[in-house]
T-cell receptor, first 114, second 111 residues
Framework: EPEVTQTPSHQVTQMGQEVILRCVPISNHLYFYWYRQILGQKVEFLVSFYNNEISEKSEIFDDQFSVERPDGSNFTLKIRSTKLEDSAMYFC????????????FGDGTRLSIL | QKEVEQNSGPLSVPEGAIASLNCTYSDRVSQSFFWYRQYSGKSPELIMSIYSNGDKEDGRFTAQLNKASQYVSLLIRDSQPSDSATYLCAVTGGATNKLIFGTGTLLAVQP
């Protein structure tokens, strides 16, 4: 069964550094999402992406964050000038076109900011 | 602020029993409702989706939706220890179908 792939599985970075989290969505999916989950808290929506542009973003997704689809397969989340509070699990998800379609999640990247 | 509410648990049931998980949501225009299972340290895994009022069954799982009461539930029949996990209720909100998650209910199935 096709799946969403995320790399790396764990990223440790010094505060203030930039990180790039990578995702390969399921091949026929056209909607892409990033979510994060701080330890012990709920899964929170960050951003949705369709047709090579951001379609919606949350309050969390400020100027520190950016997303890109640099080629036909990868979908990346860049976090600039990382802060301690950016430490969390980051999940990529994708879905096929059409409303009400379920989103399928990758295994996530655990980001630890020191 | 659109909210999804769940009892955090833990909900403890004996093996073989029925586990009942509940969720309420605040946005009346929500159209899609999902149950995800999340094992500790892992990603959410889609269990069930439901879009219209009533029941939807898939194996040991039954999802129930009542839009008038803004209530969705998940029943797990013949609960197994492997069902022990956090169950996340998620509702779509906004034009892009972003998911709004509840905090999840921790289910513990006792052998």
């Amino acid at each position: 069964e096709p799946e969403v792939t995320q790399t790396p599985s764990h990223q440790v970075t010094q505060m203030g550094q930039e990180v790039i989290l990578r995702c390969v969505p399921i091949s026929n999916h056209l909607y892409f999402y990033w979510y994060r989950q701080i330890l012990g808290q709920k899964v929170e929506f960050l951003v949705s992406f369709y047709n090579n542009e951001i379609s919606e973003k949350s309050e969390i997704f400020d100027d520190q964050f950016s997303v890109e689809r640099p080629d036909g397969s990868n979908f990346t989340l860049k976090i600039r000038s990382t802060k301690l509070e950016d430490s969390a699990m980051y999940f990529c998800a994708s879905s096929v076109p059409g409303s009400n379609q379920p989103q399928h999640f990758g295994d996530g990247t655990r980001l630890s900011i020191l | 602020q659109k909210e999804v509410e769940q009892n955090s648990g833990p909900l403890s049931v004996p093996e073989g029993a029925i586990a009942s998980l509940n969720c309420t949501y605040s946005d009346r225009v929500s159209q899609s409702f999902f149950w995800y299972r999340q094992y500790s340290g892992k990603s959410p895994e889609l269990i069930m989706s439901i879009y219209s009022n009533g029941d939807k069954e898939d194996g040991r799982f039954t999802a129930q939706l009542n839009k008038a009461s803004q209530y969705v539930s998940l029943l797990i029949r013949d609960s197994q220890p492997s069902d022990s996990a956090t169950y996340l209720c998620a509702v779509t909100g906004g034009a892009t179908n972003k998911l709004i998650f509840g905090t999840g209910t921790l289910l513990a199935v006792q052998p």
